[in-house]
């Protein structure tokens, strides 16, 4: 009997890969196959990207390979909300919806690639946590929808409409699923993460028949309750962060924050539509950092945004220089289809934003160098992500999977991915470390 077998391309952030896994989940449940390569599957479902121009055109690349290769596409993601565009490219695709949209991508597959039996649950069993894409010892746990800001560089609200918070409840259940299936992180992510719950006016939902407010600060006290790592990303330095501080000196959840400041410049922030407050940002930073010494921080940040000077470029080093941040990531400035940032004067050209996104990032790789050598001679808990031959690469606290640094441990050949252990710090260089493991 002939069960459908669907190929998934997911691209993108981290949101679209938790987008990815609920579509396969469901597919899953309704009795569909998972295909290894282009032959294999019925059909091709690509979830794209339409951030910024250069991840609009690797969608379109990724959907002319799955036409070019099955013939049979669909496509779905934060690109599908411009079809027109998608259409005129590749106008032998199937369907083109928009994010979110599972039950429509889900409902073309079945148009698309019907299967032949109903699927029963009692035969066909799909794990109860769901398809997942990252291994198995991490998971993506997405807390809200959409984003209340305006950034003028960004189309995500356009594309993924206003903050919408998760129930806690729900939340937390499906925290607990994966917890239970074997995941020992868990990676916090939204568009915002900082403003969970303010849609709902921080509703009190249930988990467990606790009654638990929808913020912030309380489901960090949730999920630190469940015994594995829980690691914040995207979170604005709005003022209610600091409750969130002290759970971390604790040792409740992981002193780590994802915080995308993107400038420094007073001037630069304002028409990017951001909170233009250096300062307090860096009044902030020191207080969490009396609080928690070992805090790590990352952010990210745009050179080259239209009308930034040169005095800008300098406020931003002097910036980064003071706040000694630990990981950080650095793009040149890209317009976007929509954003009304276009619309701005004084465009900063190409060869210009290369130079400066250089000289940004030398001086950041010896901040960071620097704040990796003072860790030698610590001892460090490390979760291990890949084990060979010669040794194991791990992260630390201060390490999230695939964007930050590692830690390198050489003849641990011994150990199993999942593994959480501490380490002591023998080498580091601009971006990982070299550790040995402790006897337990």
Same mark, same amino acid.
């Given at each position: 009997?002939?069960?459908?077998?669907?190929?998934? @391309?997911?691209?993108?952030?981290?949101?679209?890969? &938790?987008?990815?896994?609920?579509?396969?989940?469901?597919?899953?449940?309704?009795?569909?196959?998972?295909?290894?390569?282009?032959? /294999?599957?019925?059909?091709?479902? @690509?979830?794209?990207? /339409?951030?910024?121009?250069?991840?609009?055109?690797? *969608?379109?690349?990724?959907?002319?390979?799955?036409?070019?290769?099955?013939?049979?596409?669909?496509?779905?993601?934060?690109?599908?909300?411009?079809?027109?565009?998608?259409?005129?490219?590749?106008?032998? &695709?199937?369907?083109?919806?928009?994010?979110?949209?599972?039950?429509?991508?889900?409902?073309?597959?079945?148009?698309?690639?019907?299967?032949?039996?109903?699927?029963?649950?009692?035969?066909?069993?799909?794990?109860?946590?769901?398809?997942?894409?990252?291994?198995?010892?991490?998971?993506?746990?997405?807390?809200?929808?959409?984003?209340?800001?305006?950034?003028?560089?960004?189309?995500?609200?356009?594309?993924? =409409?206003?903050?919408?918070? !998760?129930?806690?409840?729900?939340?937390?259940?499906?925290?607990?699923?994966? @917890?239970?299936?074997?995941?020992?992180?868990?990676?916090?992510?939204? #568009?915002?993460?900082?403003?969970? =719950?303010?849609?709902?006016?921080? !509703?009190?939902?249930?988990?467990? /028949?606790?009654?638990?407010? *929808?913020? $912030?600060?309380?489901?960090?006290?949730?999920?630190?309750?469940?015994?594995?790592?829980?690691?914040? +990303?995207?979170?604005?330095?709005?003022? +209610?962060?600091?409750?969130?501080?002290?759970?971390?000196?604790?040792? $409740?959840?992981?002193?780590?924050?994802?915080?995308?400041?993107?400038?420094?410049?007073?001037?630069?922030?304002?028409?990017?539509? !951001?909170?233009?407050?250096?300062?307090?940002?860096?009044?902030?930073?020191?207080?969490?950092?009396?609080?928690?010494?070992?805090?790590?921080?990352?952010?990210?940040?745009?050179?080259?945004?239209?009308?930034?000077?040169?005095?800008?470029? #300098?406020?931003?080093?002097?910036?980064?220089?003071?706040?000694?941040?630990?990981?950080?990531?650095?793009?040149?400035?890209?317009?976007?289809?929509?954003?009304?940032?276009?619309?701005?004067?004084?465009?900063?050209?190409?060869?210009?934003?290369?130079?400066?996104?250089?000289?940004?990032?030398?001086?950041?790789? !010896?901040?960071?160098?620097?704040?990796?050598?003072?860790?030698? /001679?610590?001892?460090?808990?490390?979760?291990?992500?890949? &084990? =060979?031959?010669?040794?194991?690469?791990?992260?630390?606290?201060?390490?999230?999977?695939?964007?930050?640094?590692?830690?390198?441990?050489?003849?641990?050949?011994?150990?199993?991915?999942?593994?959480?252990?501490?380490?002591?710090?023998?080498?580091?260089?601009?971006?990982?470390?070299?550790?040995? @493991?402790?006897?337990?």
């Amino acid at each position: 009997m002939h069960e459908p077998k669907v190929g998934f @391309v997911s691209l993108g952030c981290p949101k679209a890969l &938790v987008d990815s896994e609920r579509i396969l989940t469901q597919l899953r449940l309704d009795g569909y196959q998972i295909a290894a390569d282009y032959a /294999g599957a019925d059909v091709v479902v @690509v979830n794209t990207c /339409g951030f910024i121009d250069s991840a609009k055109r690797e *969608s379109l690349e990724a959907i002319g390979e799955a036409l070019q290769e099955n013939g049979k596409v669909i496509v779905t993601g934060c690109m599908g909300g411009d079809a027109e565009a998608i259409r005129q490219a590749h106008p032998a &695709v199937l369907s083109v919806t928009g994010p979110q949209a599972y039950e429509a991508v889900v409902a073309a597959v079945h148009q698309h690639a019907p299967h032949s039996r109903r699927h029963d649950p009692l035969i066909d069993l799909v794990p109860p946590q769901g398809i997942k894409l990252t291994p198995r010892h991490y998971a993506y746990l997405k807390i809200s929808e959409g984003c209340n800001h305006r950034c003028s560089f960004c189309i995500i609200p356009s594309l993924r =409409g206003d903050l919408v918070s !998760r129930p806690i409840g729900e939340v937390m259940d499906e925290a607990q699923r994966l @917890v239970d299936a074997g995941v020992r992180e868990l990676l916090v992510i939204s #568009q915002d993460t900082s403003a969970y =719950g303010v849609d709902s006016k921080y !509703r009190t939902g249930f988990w467990q /028949g606790r009654p638990l407010k *929808s913020d $912030l600060q309380t489901l960090c006290e949730a999920l630190g309750e469940l015994g594995v790592w829980v690691r914040l +990303h995207y979170v604005y330095p709005y003022p +209610h962060v600091d409750q969130v501080i002290p759970l971390m000196a604790e040792g $409740l959840i992981l002193p780590y924050l994802d915080i995308p400041l993107q400038h420094a410049s007073p001037r630069i922030l304002k028409a990017m539509r !951001r909170p233009a407050h250096q300062e307090k940002t860096l009044a902030r930073i020191r207080q969490w950092r009396d609080i928690c010494p070992e805090l790590a921080l990352r952010s990210t940040f745009i050179v080259g945004f239209p009308g930034e000077t040169e005095d800008d470029v #300098q406020m931003l080093l002097d910036f980064i220089e003071e706040a000694q941040l630990d990981r950080v990531g650095c793009f040149e400035y890209s317009p976007v289809a929509g954003a009304s940032a276009n619309a701005l004067a004084d465009h900063v050209p190409d060869a210009l934003k290369a130079e400066r996104r250089e000289r940004f990032m030398a001086l950041q790789q !010896r901040i960071s160098a620097d704040r990796l050598q003072e860790k030698i /001679g610590w001892e460090i808990p490390v979760i291990i992500d890949e &084990v =060979g031959a010669d040794g194991a690469l791990g992260r630390s606290y201060a390490d999230a999977p695939e964007i930050d640094g590692q830690v390198h441990l050489p003849g641990a050949s011994q150990l199993a991915p999942g593994d959480i252990l501490l380490a002591r710090v023998v080498a580091a260089d601009e971006y990982d470390l070299e550790a040995v @493991v402790l006897p337990a």
